[in-house]
């Protein structure tokens, strides 16, 4: 029997499958579309995903190589996650083999076994003490034995560090003979009791009505907009349905927008559920993100929370998706390929056929369109849960008042009042660092990243100038290059800045700052936050790091210090942005007992946008912005894709966009009335960046099937264009930003 040709999936740019033979050795049997195999690539080797196998090749017979190795004996990936790489490779642009890539953990790319292998054990030899004369004068070790021995089925050696285990330690006890090291297959862990740890919360009316909406949809495709008010107790009704999906005997996969909320998102659902959890984020090491993987898809992990990636974890048993935040710009991927986790767990939940919920109190446009068109349930959750109100939020108008580090005297007294209550204050400034700005007073220099179209912002405590484009860093002048003089001034508010003032003006009390700069090492998050859950008064200053998800009782007062940044931008999305921000970072207050207060400081308080949010919430806003959205052609009542480009030289970049937009027109329809429109090319609005210049060619459809039948031969055309390999380029489908 011949051995077919195989159509093989490899991580390269290139939007093709490369032919292979098999290899000799290979069981036939084992040749399923999802196993991996190692080929020869040039002078390279690669880890490829078999996607077909065929009986004949295109390619000359003497040409065809023979595949190295088969490495998996079943597929990697259950059928509906095979099928949602290929689908997405297909909708976002992007190459297959680039696609799986993405899908898969990264000692999975490097030829690592997908089923687990024998691991290493460490445990107490039997007979042996922790009283050991030996180990008198040795407390490390003396504690390194005394943890086996609470373990008597042994340590995996993956874990040592969990335990504050030294191998040092170990290996000298080894040498004594009091431990010893076995080799084993690490068994998936068999529940054994009730699902239940805690006792849940009772649900109100509006709750039940959303949870048991949810439920009616168990074991089909059934999408739910969640749509609740901050505090309205949305994570409850997640976790009842996680219950349900649990006695099921079902997994849950749960999507959260950020690392930071991660921990803490796990530490409430480790007190509610006997269940194992696996959480999956960037910042795991690759064995880490490997074992949760293999956890996941051995069905051992009930439940599985994670940021973007996770998405494409598989379940042995899927029972139901959750988004949560869905509104979220995280759930965007920025580079390679170019997908947003919400939008594929729609599509994942329809091929899984499991319920999906998207829970947000600031609901995308996006979503509540779709939910107006019939394609999601809407589920309103009005009030708060349990005794809580809604927070009154009021529109500070700080026009021809003095500022002192972003803060008016008003907001000064009222931060006073609310500590000396004995509770706790939130101010809030998207904008972290000391001054955004450096100037120098006597001729106006301002202080200008060298790689881009960008001001570098001061940030004080590390002595430095940086830019948060491209993180170019240097210490700041002494005196002005330009004219030599010393009156350098920062210029603007930063959290730093805030920070610093308000340790100044109310010294008896805790200011904490939590911004990228002050949560960098880990475990420093989670000390902050548990430093405030103490409930003592105290003040906490930050970026919108602070706006989502958690949960401060004993906040009663958020200021918001610059409400007017999102009213004038350029981008499209930018106010819808502000009023999600604005109205995420309100819900911080009064989330128990104590009623909360919002004061938004603004030089535009009579701005309709800020009145209409502040006195008739976001839905209205949102009803007038899908309103005006729909007037002006823009998304979601039209499909857009974004090609980028950037070069050392401006004009390479725009030659080559320009090149692009001549393939497009014969594309894009009637000359008069084409069904895509292609605009551009331009330059992006921040024209030079970490040293590149950069420009953008925009195509808009009123149509998504116009525009997708443009783009596949579209694509396949400009990697033929002469300057697609002098330039950098991508596509991005469905652009959250234009910038």
């Known amino acids: 029997m011949s051995l077919p040709i195989l159509r093989i999936a490899l991580p390269s740019p290139l939007r093709r499958l490369f032919d292979y033979r098999a290899p000799r050795a290979a069981d036939p049997a084992h040749l399923q579309p999802g196993v991996r195999l190692r080929v020869p690539f040039g002078r390279r080797e690669l880890i490829g995903v078999l996607v077909a196998t065929a009986e004949h090749s295109e390619i000359d017979a003497e040409r065809l190589r023979d595949a190295i190795a088969l490495l998996d004996t079943r597929p990697l990936l259950p059928p509906a996650l095979f099928e949602l790489c290929l689908w997405s490779a297909i909708y976002y642009q992007h190459s297959l083999g680039d696609t799986f890539a993405w899908a898969l953990p990264n000692l999975l790319r490097q030829g690592e076994p997908a089923e687990r292998v024998e691991e290493r054990f460490w445990q107490i030899v039997p007979g042996a003490r922790a009283d050991d004369p030996r180990l008198a004068r040795a407390p490390r070790q003396r504690m390194a034995l005394t943890t086996l021995a609470q373990h008597p089925h042994g340590i995996n050696q993956n874990l040592l560090e969990q335990f504050q285990l030294s191998r040092d330690s170990l290996k000298i006890l080894h040498d004594k003979g009091l431990v010893q090291v076995t080799r084993r297959l690490p068994r998936p862990a068999e529940h054994h009791g009730a699902w239940l740890i805690q006792p849940e919360l009772v649900l109100n009316e509006e709750q039940r009505s959303a949870f048991e909406a949810v439920r009616a949809g168990f074991g089909r495709f059934h999408p739910c907009l969640l749509a609740g008010v901050t505090g309205s107790g949305k994570t409850e009704i997640y976790l009842q349905l996680i219950r349900e999906t649990l006695e099921a005997g079902k997994q849950a996969l749960v999507l959260i927008p950020e690392i930071n909320l991660g921990p803490q998102t796990l530490k409430r659902f480790a007190r509610r559920f006997n269940a194992r959890i696996a959480l999956l984020h960037s910042a795991l090491t690759d064995r880490e993100r490997l074992e949760a993987w293999q956890s996941a898809r051995e069905g051992s992990a009930q439940i599985v929370i994670g940021t973007r990636s996770a998405l494409f974890t598989p379940l042995k048993a899927p029972g139901l998706i959750i988004v949560d935040e869905e509104h979220d710009a995280s759930y965007k991927q920025q580079e390679g390929l170019r997908y947003h986790a919400r939008d594929l767990a729609v599509m994942r939940a329809r091929l899984e056929r499991v319920p999906l919920l998207l829970g947000s109190a600031t609901p995308s446009l996006e979503s509540l369109h779709n939910a107006e068109q019939g394609r999601y349930a809407l589920l309103r959750l009005n009030q708060r849960a349990g005794q809580a109100r809604t927070p009154r939020l009021e529109r500070l108008d700080v026009r021809s008042r003095p500022l002192d580090s972003g803060l008016s005297p008003p907001l000064q007294r009222l931060i006073g009042e609310t500590l000396a209550a004995g509770q706790q204050v939130l101010v809030f400034l998207n904008r972290r660092g000391f001054a955004p700005s450096l100037l120098c007073h006597d001729c106006g220099w301002l202080a200008q990243c060298p790689r881009c179209d960008a001001r570098m912002t001061l940030h ?89 998800g958690h949960h401060f009782p004993r906040v009663t007062l958020v200021a918001i210090l610059d409400a007017d940044g999102g009213l004038f931008s350029a981008d499209f999305r930018a106010s819808e942005r502000m009023a999600q921000l604005i109205v995420q970072v309100a819900g911080r207050a009064g989330r128990a007992e104590e009623p909360g207060r919002v004061v938004i400081q603004t030089h535009l308080a009579d701005h309709p946008l800020l009145v209409q949010l502040t006195e008739q919430g976001y839905f209205a806003f949102a009803e007038q912005a899908l309103a005006e959205r729909r007037a002006a052609g823009l998304p979601p009542f039209a499909h857009l894709a974004l090609l980028r480009a950037d070069a050392l030289q401006p004009q390479q970049a725009e030659q080559f966009l320009e090149d692009a937009a001549q393939l497009a027109y014969p594309l894009a329809g009637d000359e008069q009335q084409p069904s895509v429109q292609v605009l551009g090319p331009v330059p992006a609005p921040m024209e030079r960046r970490a040293g590149r210049y950069r420009a953008q060619l925009l195509l808009q459809a009123s149509s998504r099937a116009e525009l997708h039948r443009l783009l596949g031969p579209w694509v396949l055309a400009l990697e033929s264009l002469p300057g697609s390999r002098t330039v950098r380029w991508s596509l991005d489908v469905d652009p959250v930003d234009l910038f």
């Open 460 to 548: 004080q405590r590390s002595g430095e100038l940086r830019c948060h484009h491209c993180d170019h860093r240097e210490a700041p002048p002494t005196d002005c290059p330009q004219c030599k003089h010393v009156d350098l001034r920062p210029v603007g508010v930063g959290t730093e800045r805030s920070e610093e003032r308000l340790r100044l003006l109310f010294p008896d009390y805790p200011v904490l700052r939590i911004d990228r700069d002050t949560t960098a090492r880990k475990g420093s998050l989670e000390a902050l936050l548990a430093q405030v859950q103490q409930g003592e008064p105290c003040i906490l200053v930050g970026t919108q790091m602070l706006a989502k």
